[in-house]
């Protein structure tokens, strides 16, 4: 559920430039602002970059070449720069680039290194090398291993997962969790008078954590749960299930939970086209995917998402900068690092990451919109909930701006 490593020579900010030349650069840089992350959801304003920031090089970290840092932070980016993944890896280190430059801070310096080759590995050398702080790893199942080199250390991590059952002490889960955009979408439902709820899950983790939101929602919200059919990812196999939900009846508001290439496939085989009922709902899975915005059976379906205002504005700034989109799960990266620079303020070079204070209940404002980590340190998003229409959406309940309590 669901990318080369940074030199560590070429640190991402700009010290290297030297009297005039980096004076000149400064100048030309436009900071993006949005996100230096405040306590309380404030932000400063945004301009668009002028400059184009060169790509990271890729080169394994050695603690041969690592300057001391007396005054800085070492972070270190636990992300695959090789393999599968490689270009998700890519664009999360190009994000951090990025919010270095957009913020032209100073006391944080980052390195990167490739858990493709080897989370343990990459970890071990991480904490050999001074780091603090580990931002990622990317894959869930990469999260014990990096633990076991990091807890020693005492040296946290800010997973970029959704997994929520990685999270601990020392964990914090900053990715998108599916069963929040559940939720969410689901109290919309309630309160425009729907009660009655079915579902249509994969087979799997994604499926079982859906199922396990929807029941959840629907029943702390005093509705009810008629059915939930599960399907293999096949096309055989969700019109099959897609047909028995149908016959069974009795709800006003379905829930498939999957991507693009699911829904509509299931969506005409549960809703005429026209149809006030049932409402289709869906999940996360659906922002940015076109193919839902071109059938005609999900419009009118309603889908929870964090807001794309910022991260338009975030494209514009990487394509200028890199020559390319990036991948959409890379703004966790970008305030990754502004989380490390707000806390940094109070933060002694050297010493150990104070975890405290990323428990602040006002929040902070990211890329994504306003978050908060709770009690069990998973990061709890403002989303909002959009209408499904003719090739495009409305947003028909916007993302609060700050968290009520």
Known sequence: MIGGVMKNDRRPNLERRGGRERRAA???IAIIGSIVLLAGCKMIPKGVPETQAPPP?????????????????????????????AAVGQSLANATTMALLDTNDRN??????????????????????????ILGPLL??????????ARPAKVPMIAFSNDSDIAAQDVFVLGHVPAQSVARVVSY??????????????????????????TASVRAS????????????????????????????????????????????AGPLLKAVGAATPRILGTELWAGESTVLATPGLRGGWFAAVSDARYRQ?????????????????????????????VARGWKPGSPFPTGKLADKGGFLGLDGAFRFGADNVAERAWEVREVGNGTTTTVSPAPVRFAD
Request: glycine fraction near 10%.
């Open 57 to 85: 090089q890729v080169e394994e970290p050695s603690a041969s070449t690592l300057p001391t840092d007396a005054q800085r932070h070492r972070v270190a980016l636990l992300v695959p720069m090789s393999g599968a993944n």
């Open 222 to 265: 005093g509705g009810s749960v008629t059915a939930i059919e599960v399907y293999d990812r096949g096309n055989t196999s969700v019109t099959s299930a897609a047909n028995r939900l149908k016959a069974k009846g009795g709800y006003d508001a379905v829930l498939i939970a999957d991507g693009a290439r699911m829904a509509v496939r």
């Open 314 to 342: 975030f494209v514009t700034s990487y394509k200028t900068r890199f020559g390319g989109n990036p991948h959409r799960i890379s703004t966790l990266g970008y305030d990754g690092v502004l989380l490390a620079i707000r």
């Open 108 to 133: 944080l310096r980052i390195t990167t290194y490739d858990t493709a080759t080897g989370a343990q590995s990459a970890a071990a050398r991480a904490i050999a090398e001074g780091n603090k702080l």
């Open 189 to 214: 439902a309630r309160s425009a008078g729907l009660s009655r709820f079915a579902g249509l899950v994969p087979a799997g983790e994604y499926g079982q954590r859906a199922s396990a939101a929807l």
């Open 26 to 28: 400064l100048r030309k």
């Open 140 to 149: 869930s199942e990469d999260v014990a291993t990096v633990a076991a080199a």
